[in-house]
């Protein structure tokens, strides 16, 4: 079946420091990748939707310029979280949809970031 | 907006019974998917069924099933012959037709005993 892969898996970063996520489709083209994030014991809120080519959309409450998204590509989508803060810290999930008869939602293994 | 609720935090079941999770969602649209999925200790998603509103069929996918009741607006599952590897949380989810876009309950611990 179709592969989400998200690295790394987990990062620790001092405060004030960047970190990237990348999500990767494997076996797919996708054009449009979304964006999670999961606190501890809680549920999975969109941040944004990432559109290969084009800016991505932001969900409402979500700081553009603190969680940058880059979709170069049709396999590679990128969050980058900006002068982090222990309060960033959380577990990041990738999603893309791999189209066809399916029409499944293939979600990455995710991203835990701790920032001290 | 759509909302989706878990009213079970936690649940329980002794290994080769049968469970049921709950989930209500509110949404006035007509067009829309309603899924499981599952979310094991490694925090990997894993769609376990997927119901398309417009299907009054009950989607089923082996010892899973769900109860979609359209009009209450309920989308239960069920899990029969509980095996010890279906210990997750679980989170229901809503998507507006074509959206791509999910909006999660809250998420049900679900423990099986051996």
């Known amino acids: 079946g179709a592969v989400v892969s998200q690295h790394p898996s987990r990062v620790i970063c001092k405060s004030g420091t960047s970190v990237k996520i990348e999500c990767r489709s494997l076996d797919f083209q996708a054009t449009t990748m979304f964006w999670y994030r999961q606190f501890p014991k809680q549920s999975l809120m969109l941040m944004a939707t990432s559109n290969e080519g084009s800016k991505a959309t932001y969900e409402q409450g979500v700081e553009k310029d603190k969680f940058l998204i880059n979709h170069a590509s049709l396999t590679l989508s990128t969050l980058t979280v900006t002068s982090a803060h222990p309060e960033d810290s959380s577990f990041y999930i990738c999603s893309a949809f791999a189209g066809g008869n399916t029409g499944e939602l293939f979600f990455g293994e995710g991203s835990r970031l701790t920032v001290l | 907006a759509q909302t989706v609720t878990q009213s079970q935090p936690e649940m329980s079941v002794q290994e080769a019974e049968t469970v049921t999770l709950s989930c209500t969602y509110d949404?006035?649209?007509?067009?829309?998917?309603l899924f499981w999925y599952k979310q094991p200790p490694s925090r990997q998603m894993i769609l376990v069924i997927r119901q398309e509103a417009y299907k009054q069929q009950n989607a089923t996918e082996n010892r899973f099933s769900v109860n979609f009741q359209k009009a209450a607006k309920s989308f239960s599952l069920k899990i029969s012959d509980s095996q010890l590897g279906d210990a997750a949380m679980y989170f229901c989810?809503?998507?507006?037709?074509?959206?791509?876009?999910?909006?999660f309950g809250k998420g049900t611990k679900l423990t099986v005993n051996p």
């Open positions: 949404t006035s649209e007509s067009d829309y998917y």
């Open positions: 989810a809503y998507e507006s037709g074509g959206s791509e876009k999910l909006v």
